[in-house]
């Protein structure tokens, strides 16, 4: 359908995309203002960026950010590969596949702030018999792995069904074994999508403000607890330019997704 | 006749439970993730919202109403309409973002559409990025972009609609920006694909049997995108009705939402119970969504 749009049609989808993308770019030309006040143009400076990096609170925040979702992706990408593995491939009856597929759709559908109830209450119940259970850097692993897995087996799922059944039966025609089949065949064309929902997931660990809220504790501050918190303080401009690097970090991670993709499936056509 | 217990599954000869006990282990670690930190402790809410606060935030494990009622604005001070206002003005925030983002969605993905195959990949992806962007701090760029000082304040104030000493930000103005601006690529991903999906000789059917442009819209177009509406109007809803930050940042901490009101049990009020009994609420509103979703879509795929 190449049928020429309307000009209402055009106009609300430039306001659309204005929406989206104005906060973006003020932060980042605020980022780079020597005015200190921020809300006049007083020159190019990169001074905030270089106090940024002498300040330990912030220092502190993006370790502790980076380890977080470091370790949540990791986990979640191979608990989430696994399970879709194991639902795709399985001869499940249909009441089983019917919950598996409820249950992954659960968390997508979940306002944040119920899923961070719901942790926040199973964590209180095995704290009173695990003291590992402390609102800190395992509660916010384990809270991040939660909301991350749907996404990793939605992904890796739609990938698995694009993949042909008779795949798998040639290569055991060919004497391969069941596992070789699957480390030899699948397992390769799959990568892509196993590497497109760990993206995914570690963008999402980024982004997490409200479920991070209610686990963490006092010495495990991320990177948009830090930013908030500093909101509620009072502004710095640090904070402009702290932004524009999580959100340049951001960008960066989703355009390698695309280019990747993007690569994957020229590759495919030829 | 007997039938063997023998099938042919990826080429080999095997038993079903023997590919299901293999499935089993397969999905343990996933599902075990799950049903302990979320699905069991969801339904567990459930029965949490029935109890009481006990002294020092201790619960108090005698099953009780008193929650519900509390909910519905009864206490021992006679009753009062603060919880329910706060639920309705809840409601109705995430009721108006929702309007506001299919308004703008519905005609972005059309015009998305109309755009050649690799334009449209390209175009998509640059409408969900800023999703991925944080929360917080595009939010904070809006307290920025509404201040004072800068180009929306003049022209409002140019062209009349903003008093010389009024501001749009902090006020409803600017929390609905807010709320619009972040969730406006959720609505719009489902309805773009319904878009691409349409089949244009239903459109030419009805033109040729004489439709006004009207009906042709309704029936040619409208109804091939139910669900694609419904997807787009469940994932803009739902996470609206929860979403406190927006409107605490760009709001001035005015308005109470039932976000609010749930970080405060959970915080400084330490009343867990009262907190799962408001909970519930939002649990109401994604599980009715998603069991409507899934009768109208009919096990087609939605998303």
New interface residues.
Partial sequence: ?????SP???I??Y???A??????L??AL?SVNANRH???WGGFTFDWYVKLFSNDLVQQATLNSIILAVTSTIIAT???T??A???H????NKKIRSF?D??????V???????A??????F??FRTFLPCFEPGMLTLI??H??FQ??FV?LVVLGRLSSIP?DQ??????LYAT?SG?WFRVIFPQLLTGIIAGALLAF??S??D??ISF?VSGPTSQT??LY??GS?KRG?SPE?HAL?TL??TL??G???LT?FYN?KKSKGRNK | MTKSKYEVFEGKLTTRAHMQRTGSLLSAPGMLTLLVFLLLPIAGLVVLAFMQRGAYGVIDWTPSLENAKRLLGFSSFGWSSDNLLIIGRSLLLATVTTLLCIAIAFPMAFWIASHKPSTRALLLAFVMVPSCTNLVIRTYAWMLVLGAQMPPTWIARAIGILGETETLYPGQFAVYVGMVSSMLPFSILPLYTSVERLDWRIVEATKDLYASPLRSFRHGILSQMTIGIVSSIILTFVPSLGMYVVSDLLGGSKYMLIGNLIQQQFGAASDWPFGAMLGIVLILASVLSLALLQKISKGKSYV
């Fill in positions: 359908m190449y049928k020429k749009s209402l049609v055009i609300i989808s306001i659309g995309i929406l989206l993308y104005i906060p973006l003020f932060i605020f921020g809300q006049t191979v608990f989430g696994l399970l593995i194991g639902i491939r399985t001869p499940w598996f409820y249950s992954i759709n659960i968390p559908v979940t306002p944040d702030i119920l899923m109830i719901a942790l926040v209450t199973v209180g119940l384990i809270s792995v939660v897995l749907s087996v059944k798998i039966e040639a290569a055991r025609d069941t089949a963008t999402l980024l982004d403000f409200i209610f990177l948009p930013i908030y909101l502004i904070i932004s999580v959100i951001t960008l991670i989703m355009l695309l993007q």
